[in-house]
C-alpha cells in the first residue's frame, strides 16, 4: 500500500518558489525612495571607507569625490576633469538625493557641486558631515576628521560619539 504524502524534495522546491517571489514581490510593497536613500548613503559611506583604508595602506593621501552637477550642464564635463585630476578614488556622480555639506558643526549645511574629502595615511580626514535628502527622507554620514572613522545615521538616531 502506497502512503500519501509529500516528499522533502518536493516541500523545498515550494518553499525555494515562495521565497523567490516573496524577494521580487516585496521589495516593490516598500518604500522604494527610501531603499534608494539608504542604498545611496550606504554607498557613499563604503566609498569613504575604501579611501581612508587605501590612505593608510599606501601611505598615501586618498581624495574621494562626491559630484552632483548635472551632466547636461554646459560646465558638467570641465568641472568633472578639474574633479578628476585631485580625486584618488573614483566619482560618485548622480544621486537621486540632494546632498549638502557641513565642514563643521557649527557651520549650516551648504549644497555643493563638488564635494571632496581626503583620507590621510594615519588615518585621519579632512572631516564633515554629508546629509542627504530626497523628499521628506532624510541621512547623514559623519566622516571625523582626527580618525577619518566614518557614521551613519538615519532620522531618530543619534551619532555614537559627540567629539564633532
Known amino acids: 500500500m502506497r502512503q500519501r504524502g509529500f516528499t522533502l524534495l518536493e516541500l523545498l522546491v ?12 516585496l521589495p516593490s ?13 550606504r554607498q557613499t559611506a563604503n566609498a569613504f571607507n575604501y579611501a581612508r583604508r587605501i590612505a593608510i595602506v599606501e601611505g598615501a593621501p586618498q581624495v574621494a569625490t562626491l559630484f552632483q552637477l548635472d551632466s547636461d550642464e554646459p560646465e558638467y564635463q570641465e568641472m568633472r576633469e578639474q574633479a578628476l585630476q585631485r580625486a584618488t578614488i573614483p566619482l560618485l556622480e548622480q544621486f537621486d538625493s540632494q546632498v549638502s555639506f557641513q565642514a563643521d558643526i557649527n557651520e549650516d549645511p551648504e549644497v555643493m557641486e563638488v564635494i571632496q574629502i581626503e583620507f590621510f595615511p594615519q588615518g585621519g580626514s579632512t572631516g564633515g558631515i554629508l ?33 564633532y
Not at 14 to 25: D, E, G, R
Not at 29 to 41: F, P
Open 14 to 25: 515550494v518553499l525555494s518558489i515562495i521565497i523567490i517571489a516573496s524577494a521580487i514581490v
Open 29 to 41: 510593497v516598500t518604500s522604494t525612495e527610501s531603499n534608494v536613500l539608504v542604498a545611496q548613503v
Open 131 to 163: 546629509h542627504f535628502t530626497m523628499d521628506d527622507l532624510t541621512g547623514s554620514i559623519r566622516i571625523d576628521p582626527l580618525t577619518g572613522k566614518i557614521e551613519i545615521r538615519y532620522p531618530g538616531e543619534e551619532f555614537e560619539n559627540d567629539y
